[in-house]
């Protein structure tokens, strides 16, 4: 993997845990800084926008109801798995499956957050 930046080792890694279907680091501005995908394609502009802005109310409420800071958020669709990781000045983004073991990903999502945070 010569020439493959530390940022794109760690999502690749993380991109190989069952069900994945992709892991994205974008800006708190909204903008995406680096992705990797496994299946399909998706909008990663409007991802990059919209994840932001959730985290922005997810923050809010734990600001409200004195719950801390977020960690690591979880959203649970029809179709799919969303984890949501904040950094200092980005926002981690893993999709998954909706049949992906949600410990597993949660788990390797964890392991893999210092290394993103030390590539950024």
Same mark, same amino acid.
């Given at each position: 993997?010569?020439?493959?930046?530390? !940022?794109?080792?760690?999502?690749?890694?993380? *991109?190989?845990? =069952?069900?994945?279907?992709? +892991? #994205?680091?974008?800006?708190?501005?909204? #903008?995406?800084?680096?992705?990797?995908?496994?299946?399909?394609?998706?909008?990663?502009?409007?991802?990059?926008?919209? +994840?932001?802005? *959730?985290?922005?109310?997810?923050?809010?409420?734990g600001k409200e109801l004195d719950l801390g800071k977020v960690e690591i958020a979880?959203?649970? #669709?029809?179709?799919?798995?969303?984890?949501?990781?904040?950094?200092?000045? *980005?926002? +981690?983004?893993? !999709?998954?499956?909706?049949?992906?073991?949600?410990?597993?990903?949660?788990?390797?999502?964890?392991?893999?957050? =210092?290394?993103?945070?030390a590539a950024l």
């Amino acid at each position: 993997m010569s020439g493959v930046t530390p !940022l794109k080792r760690a999502l690749t890694d993380l *991109s190989r845990v =069952p069900k994945v279907l992709g +892991v #994205f680091v974008v800006s708190k501005e909204g #903008f995406t800084i680096d992705s990797i995908t496994t299946s399909g394609t998706f909008d990663e502009e409007a991802l990059a926008a919209m +994840v932001v802005a *959730s985290l922005g109310s997810i923050d809010a409420m734990g600001k409200e109801l004195d719950l801390g800071k977020v960690e690591i958020a979880t959203g649970e #669709f029809t179709g799919s798995i969303a984890l949501i990781a904040e950094l200092e000045e *980005s926002v +981690v983004v893993l !999709l998954a499956e909706k049949g992906a073991v949600l410990g597993r990903i949660r788990y390797e999502l964890k392991k893999q957050l =210092p290394r993103i945070r030390a590539a950024l």
